[in-house]
């Protein structure tokens, strides 16, 4: 399978090198070309423009940081593809950006994936990234071999547009235990328990979550708020858009989540 690539950052960077190294044929472009550096070592080419990435691939792969981000590649991207091609979006962007995505790509033949990733950069190196794909069964099929290179969890869990859904609800939930985990330990410091001590005995006890080994043993959330920015708010925003448009309710999750925010003072 030949593999484009576009948005070589701290996560798709590995992606990309895995695929290099399990070995398709592979294209890259990027923005500035700084970026391109790290694979002058590599049988990886490079392309002039989206277009020029697209016409030589018969899957170009987004993992580009918004929807901004997707929707100004749009063009560029599908001005190449031949009809067959599959474009895979990996970002972590509303559903309905897949979705126009594909009704442009639909008239000239070519599939659309959503297939946001999560684990990181240090799990995209290893191979272990976890991918959540939504879209045709088959045309997911045919994605897995390039998907697998950095993944060893690859889920087809549903229509055009799921996996972003899914993605994001599991954003939702993560940012939500950011905030029980902190404000949990900060209720020990004033009970008298180190955040330190707590966090040991909770990551041996049914208390224990992701989140709050994300924070360590700093019981707050400022580092997560430097690294993260703005990110978990966009997300969340992104839910409760879905939310409002199908008349749902968030509950309790969105109260938790909505805490970490002004936790880390980027409230919604």
């Not at 399990?22 to 277009?51: C, Q, V």
Request: glycine share 12%; net charge negative; hydrophobic share 45%.
């Amino acid at each position: 399978m030949r593999v484009g690539f576009i948005g070589l950052g701290s996560q798709g960077g590995p992606m990309a090198r895995r695929i290099v190294e399990a070995g398709h044929p592979t294209t890259l472009w990027a923005r500035r070309p700084a970026t391109l550096e790290p694979f002058a070592d590599t049988p990886a080419k490079t392309a002039a423009s989206p277009a020029e990435l697209a016409a030589v691939s018969d899957l170009v792969c987004l993992c580009v940081v918004g929807d901004d981000d997707v929707e100004e590649l749009t063009d560029g991207v599908l001005g190449g593809p031949a009809p067959g091609g599959v474009v895979a979006v990996h970002s972590t962007v509303h559903p309905e950006t897949c979705r126009k995505l594909a009704n442009r790509a639909g008239a000239q033949g070519v599939s659309v994936v959503d297939a946001p990733v999560s684990g990181g950069g240090p799990a995209a190196s290893k191979g272990r990234l976890l991918v959540m794909a939504g879209g045709d069964a088959d045309v997911v099929q045919r994605c897995r071999p390039a998907f697998e290179t950095y993944a060893d969890v690859v889920v087809h869990v549903g229509d055009l547009g799921s996996g972003q859904t899914t993605k994001l609800l599991n954003n939702l939930l993560f940012t939500a235990n950011l905030g029980t985990a902190a404000t949990a330990l900060s209720l020990g410091k004033a009970l008298g328990v180190s955040p330190q001590r707590l966090t040991e005995v909770v990551a041996h006890s049914s208390g224990n979550s992701f989140a709050l080994n994300a924070i360590g043993d700093t019981g707050n959330l400022d580092r997560l708020a430097r690294v993260a920015g703005g990110l978990p708010r966009k997300d969340v925003r992104l839910v409760v858009d879905l939310a409002e448009a199908a008349a749902a309710r968030c509950g309790a999750v969105l109260a938790a989540a909505d805490a970490a925010l002004t936790l880390m003072e980027h409230p919604r």
